[in-house]
């Protein structure tokens, strides 16, 4: 990291960021080898995150291609006025970026639990019944193992 004394260095920090933000960017390589990046919902599960999608499409067909991602949160905190001096402007935040491999999750029992971590995260008062086992077939959950795990705090 190029400004050291932005970097996040307790691990504890960075996963309540991954747990607290509720959009996150996910970097592939696309087929003609530029990047591409879509945000998505996601869930900080048990060391890894994990998201769900369609069975078909860009991501996933970007991830069986080549499975080498790269994943971003950041959590906003403030703008900073920059009243007489435009490059006294900044914008004050909290981030994380994780480099690892995506894996399609196979496993159904693997897959359940990640599907529920999802429904807790994003509506945790319950409420919305169980899933369908023709819904679960149709959906990928796709995991990453995480590589490497950084976070920067500009405050």
Same mark, same amino acid.
């Given at each position: 990291?190029?400004?050291?004394?932005?970097?996040?260095?307790?691990?504890? @920090?960075?996963? @309540?960021?991954?747990?607290?933000?509720?959009?996150?960017?996910?970097?592939?390589?696309?087929?003609?080898?530029?990047?591409?990046?879509?945000?998505?919902?996601?869930?900080?599960?048990?060391?890894?995150?994990?998201?769900?999608?369609?069975?078909?499409?860009?991501?996933?067909?970007?991830?069986?291609?080549?499975? =080498?991602?790269?994943?971003?949160?950041?959590?906003?905190?403030?703008?900073?006025?920059?009243?007489?001096?435009?490059?006294?402007?900044?914008? =004050?935040?909290?981030?994380?970026?994780?480099?690892?491999?995506?894996?399609?999750?196979?496993?159904?029992?693997?897959?359940?639990?990640?599907?529920?971590?999802?429904?807790?995260?994003?509506?945790?008062?319950?409420?919305?019944?169980?899933?369908?086992? @023709?819904?679960?077939?149709?959906?990928?959950?796709?995991?990453?193992?995480?590589?490497?795990?950084?976070?920067?705090?500009?405050?």
């Amino acid at each position: 990291m190029r400004v050291a004394k932005k970097e996040i260095h307790e691990k504890a @920090e960075i996963e @309540e960021l991954l747990m607290k933000c509720h959009v996150g960017r996910l970097g592939t390589i696309g087929k003609d080898g530029s990047p591409v990046v879509k945000p998505l919902n996601y869930v900080y599960f048990e060391g890894r995150v994990y998201f769900h999608s369609s069975r078909e499409g860009e991501k996933i067909d970007d991830i069986k291609r080549d499975n =080498r991602v790269c994943f971003e949160i950041d959590l906003p905190i403030t703008y900073v006025k920059g009243t007489e001096n435009p490059c006294k402007a900044a914008y =004050r935040y909290r981030s994380v970026i994780a480099k690892g491999r995506a894996l399609i999750v196979e496993d159904n029992d693997e897959k359940l639990h990640v599907l529920a971590a999802l429904m807790k995260k994003y509506q945790p008062e319950g409420g919305y019944g169980p899933f369908l086992p @023709e819904k679960v077939a149709l959906t990928a959950v796709v995991k990453i193992d995480i590589c490497e795990l950084t976070g920067k705090a500009d405050l």
